[in-house]
């Protein structure tokens, strides 16, 4: 056959939501609800639309399905500092449990910077179903702002009027006291976080309160930064204080603190007991290992989660504080005072 005479090809058309609802016997809705909420279909009639997506080859419109549901099957997660491992297990199991519905999760970086998280979660926001605002640093009124328009829930902080995920302190402090205290120290020096963070203030208050209950000196001291680097630059003034023991406001902190404390020619824990906060991966990996006190942070991640997606489903409800249990974890980094036998 000569070159002009060959058959012109034709690009055959991308299946629509109508084709497969012709094909499955279903309305166009029915398919539009299995691909996009499932849940609100019965399983088999979701299989067969899924079965029948798949044969006519059906890719889903986000866009149009947006327009359609408002509905962007996507939930916002914001950490006060994505280098820290710390934010690990949160990612993973808010991740999990949006999986599970159908959502995905988006990660936004807010620096340590309460300017940098603000605009970042206004951004974010627009394009969410709701919002998870890990440590965050903005003012209160700022949060209350930004729960006016969508689902937000916060992880390590209370604020008036929004659902919290707080790990609370207490317990975990109270038994690194105990332990301390009954190991000979009589005085501990706190190692604080940003001056911006609700949760070092609020360990602070712990270790505060469980020191006086146990009739040992406590002393505060501020970091530059809750890094490794921050902990370095702390080691002068604790090994000045005096202090036999020092609770950190994280492991990354304590991490820093030891290395450069070791550095200096001071044992740890014979010269000075070192007890770090929320156990992340690795907090064993230092010698000595790290004792931390164990924040739970996966299930903070998985109750957060769950609270916005419960929230879509559900009749309105009063906004909730979930507190879940800290817990100390020895490891070799704590031990007896130095001047006891």
Same mark, same amino acid.
């Given at each position: ?24 016997? *279903? ?13 609100? &279909? /019965? ?5 067969? *639309? ?6 006519? $080859?059906? @890719? ?7 327009? @359609? ?9 914001? &950490?006060?500092? =994505? ?17 599970? @519905?159908?959502?995905?999760? &988006? #990660?936004?970086? +807010?620096?340590?910077?309460? +300017? ?18 890990? /440590? ?5 009124? $700022?949060?209350? #702002? ?12 209370? *604020? /008036?009027?929004?659902?919290?995920? *707080? ?7 109270? @038994? ?27 360990? %602070? ?7 006086? %209950? ?28 005096? +202090? ?5 406001? $994280? ?22 007991? =070192? ?21 739970? #942070? ?11 997606? $419960? ?31």
């Amino acid at each position: 056959m000569p070159a002009d005479e060959a058959p012109v090809q034709t690009k055959k058309a991308k299946a629509t939501i109508y084709d497969v609802a012709q094909q499955a016997g *279903v309305n166009p809705s029915t398919v539009s609800r299995a691909l996009s909420n499932p849940g609100r &279909v /019965s399983p088999q009639t979701r299989r067969l *639309v899924e079965i029948t997506a798949g044969v006519l $080859n059906f @890719q889903a419109n986000h866009s149009a399905q947006v327009l @359609q549901t408002g509905s962007t099957r996507m939930l916002g997660l914001l &950490v006060s500092d =994505i280098t820290n491992p710390n934010f690990f297990g949160i990612l993973r199991e808010a991740g999990r449990v949006a999986t599970q @519905q159908q959502y995905s999760v &988006v #990660l936004g970086n +807010a620096a340590e910077s309460a +300017a940098t998280e603000l605009s970042a979660a206004r951004r974010l926001i627009k394009t969410v179903d709701g919002l998870i605002l890990v /440590s965050p640093r903005m003012s209160e009124s $700022n949060l209350q #702002l930004l729960a006016a328009t969508k689902k937000v829930v916060a992880i390590n902080r209370e *604020v /008036s009027g929004i659902d919290c995920v *707080v790990p609370d302190p207490d317990r975990g402090v109270s @038994q690194a006291v105990r332990f301390l205290a009954g190991n000979g120290h009589q005085k501990i020096v706190f190692a604080a976080g940003p001056e911006m963070s609700w949760m070092s203030a609020r360990r %602070w208050d712990a270790v505060s309160d469980a020191c006086e %209950w146990c009739h040992v000196t406590a002393e505060r001291i501020e970091s530059t930064s809750p890094t490794i680097d921050g902990g370095r630059k702390l080691a002068r003034t604790i090994k000045a204080s005096g +202090a036999t023991a020092v609770i950190t406001h $994280n492991d990354l902190m304590a991490i820093g603190l030891m290395h450069e404390l070791q550095g200096a020619g001071m044992a740890v824990p014979e010269a000075i007991s =070192i007890v770090g906060f929320d156990d992340i991966f690795g907090a064993d990996f230092t010698t000595p290992s790290l004792s931390s006190i164990r924040s739970p #942070l996966g299930e903070c991640g998985s109750l957060a989660a769950g609270l916005i997606l $419960n929230s879509f489903a559900g009749t309105p409800q009063e906004p909730k504080s979930l507190m879940v249990d800290t817990e100390l974890v020895i490891r070799g980094s704590a031990g007896p005072a130095r001047s006891a036998p």
